[in-house]
């Protein structure tokens, strides 16, 4: 069974706490293993876009089986496989740091995408978000 939308929206809830803590303003997407959006938020005064890159983030880590986007982000200028899948989902996929799969045991039931507090940050929000599932 892949991600409940209540395990999706605790992920989000704690990155929306996280990134306010930070003072970001960012938006958060949870899809499943399959790349659907589950859950999406968008910070007060974030920018239009931002959970459009969310989401794409998200989508890259899903549709490449759990490979976090900061990896997929260093191939995308030359890998052709990427670009077709890109051009095939309407250029809608993000290969950006801010994406990790969340697990459950040794399967992946989802991913969470963040984007808006530049790369480091994005990543670090999404992790953390990630971990509290185990709390």
């Not at 976090?68 to 496989?81: D, E, I, K």
Request: aromatic share 4%.
């Amino acid at each position: 069974m892949g991600i409940t939308l209540d395990e999706a929206q605790k992920v989000v809830a704690v990155a929306v706490e996280l990134s306010r803590s930070k003072g970001v303003r960012t938006a958060i997407a949870v899809v499943d293993n399959a790349g659907s959006l589950i859950a999406l938020a968008r910070l007060d005064e974030a920018r239009s876009y931002y959970p459009d890159i969310a989401r794409g983030k998200a989508m890259a880590t899903a549709l490449w089986d759990g490979t976090p986007s900061r990896q997929l982000a260093g191939q995308s200028g030359s890998n052709s496989v990427q670009q077709a899948v890109n051009h095939m989902y309407g250029g809608r996929i993000v290969f950006a740091p801010g994406a990790v799969p969340i697990m459950r045991g040794d399967e992946m039931i989802g991913v969470i995408g963040v984007g808006g507090s530049g790369p480091e940050s994005d990543e670090a929000i999404a992790k953390e978000a990630v971990d509290s599932l185990d709390n």
